[in-house]
T-cell receptor
Framework: QQQVKQSPQSLIVQKGGISIINCAYE??????FPWYQQFPGKGPALLIA?????SEKKEGRFTISFNKSAKQFSLHIMDSQPGDSATYFC????????????FGKGTMLLVSP | DTEVTQTPKHLVMGMTNKKSLKCEQH?????MYWYKQKAKKPPELMFV???????INESVPSRFSPECPNSSLLNLHLHALQPEDSALYLC?????????????????FGPGTRLTVL
């Protein structure tokens, strides 16, 4: 019940295209859903996050869509660029007195020039 | 400023060595975390400190010993490691500890220390 299922495992998108990564969860105690972007050899960087009372959040080319009833959320990267090539992790946070994260397994995104 | 710093960036050690990893944040965060990350895998939680007290130890072998000297610093002491311990070690922090928790409290990661055990 603590799992977050992420798909696809890898994704190749042409420059200028839309990248879509999906995540699903079961635990309704999750109260915050961040996405992290990680480049090789670097730490994960917080990219964008959403609360479950919001259906969509947009920051620049990055958009999270959230479907509370389906327990699904997704990351859309518009106008994908080669510099977006990285591993993306969705996560779900629950309140254990501090921030406890459950991560998806990650998606390796390659944006071809 | 949401910066977590970690030193060293790279570390190579033998199985009999003792070394330490250091993490620092000056954001006033009261929870700090150590993670281990293997290639192509998500981070695995090792330890959580909340208000400088160890709150979670995820069944980590005793050859890893965490220490939180103050609210800004987190150390991970390493001794008698095995080659399979080679990984990227990540530190993270989040704004709140036990009190004043908010739903937007999430974790900010440092760049990591790439550890190689020979």
């Amino acid at each position: 019940q603590q799992q977050v299922k992420q798909s696809p495992q890898s994704l190749i998108v042409q420059k200028g295209g839309i990248s879509i990564i999906n995540c699903a969860y079961e635990n309704t105690a999750f109260d915050y859903f961040p996405w992290y972007q990680q480049f090789p050899g670097k730490g994960p960087a917080l990219l964008i996050a959403i609360r479950p009372d919001v259906s969509e959040k947009k920051e620049g080319r990055f958009t999270i869509s959230f479907n509370k009833s389906a327990k699904q959320f997704s990351l859309h990267i518009m106008d994908s660029q080669p510099g977006d090539s990285a591993t993306y992790f969705c996560a779900a946070k629950w309140d254990s007195g501090y921030s406890t994260l459950t991560f998806g397994k990650g998606t390796m995104l390659l944006v071809s020039p | 400023d949401t910066e977590v710093t970690q030193t060293p960036k790279h570390l190579v050690m033998g199985m009999t060595n003792k070394k330490s990893l250091k993490c620092e944040q000056h954001m006033g965060h009261r929870a700090m975390y150590w993670y281990k990350q293997k290639a192509k895998k998500p981070p695995e939680l090792m330890f959580v400190y909340s208000y400088e007290k160890l709150s979670i130890n995820e069944s980590v072998p005793s050859r890893f010993s965490p220490e939180c000297p103050n609210s800004s610093l987190l150390n991970l002491h390493l001794h008698a490691l095995q080659p399979e311990d080679s990984a990227l070690y990540l530190c993270a922090s989040s704004p709140k500890g036990l009190a004043g928790f908010q739903a937007t409290d999430t974790q900010y990661f440092g760049p990591g220390t790439r550890l190689t055990v020979l």
